[in-house]
């Protein structure tokens, strides 16, 4: 009867240990890896979603004096829009401007975002 070594058998025994460490290592990190795409994809589906409770609807605005488009697009703007430059293109595209200036006293219809009635 051949006899191992102490020396043999412990440094089997931890190699077969060391080994299944890396693979229930690997294993976490890829449930982790799969519960974090799963987190991201639901946060942007509902972000998305948030997005789309809203509707769109357009108000009249009485231009006060020294009013800008840009002051306008301030208070009106909302994250429906990439940024504050394309919601002035709709508002002068909406009231047929051909450039930036507006004048006191008139007024322009302007498109906002509201959350959708029940």
């Keep these: ?3 191992r070594s102490t020396y043999t058998k412990g440094h089997n025994h931890g190699f077969k240990h060391c080994r299944r460490r890396r693979i ?18 639901f946060v942007c589906s509902s972000f998305a979603d948030a997005h789309n409770d809203n509707e769109k609807y357009y ?3 009485y231009i ?17 829009y990439s940024d504050r ?5 709709e508002v002068k595209q909406l009231n047929h401007l051909t450039s930036d200036e507006i004048h006191s006293g ?3 219809i302007v498109p906002y975002y509201d959350v959708k009635p029940l």
């Design 106 to 108: 008139n007024y322009l």
């Design 85 to 89: 430059m394309e919601y002035i293109e």
């Design 24 to 41: 229930l290592s690997v294993k976490h990190m890829m449930v982790l890896s799969t519960v974090l795409i799963l987190s991201f994809i």
């Design 1 to 3: 009867m051949k006899r």
């Design 59 to 61: 108000t009249s605005v």
């Design 64 to 80: 006060e004096k020294d009013q800008t488009l840009w002051d306008i697009s301030g208070s009106y703007c909302s994250v429906e």
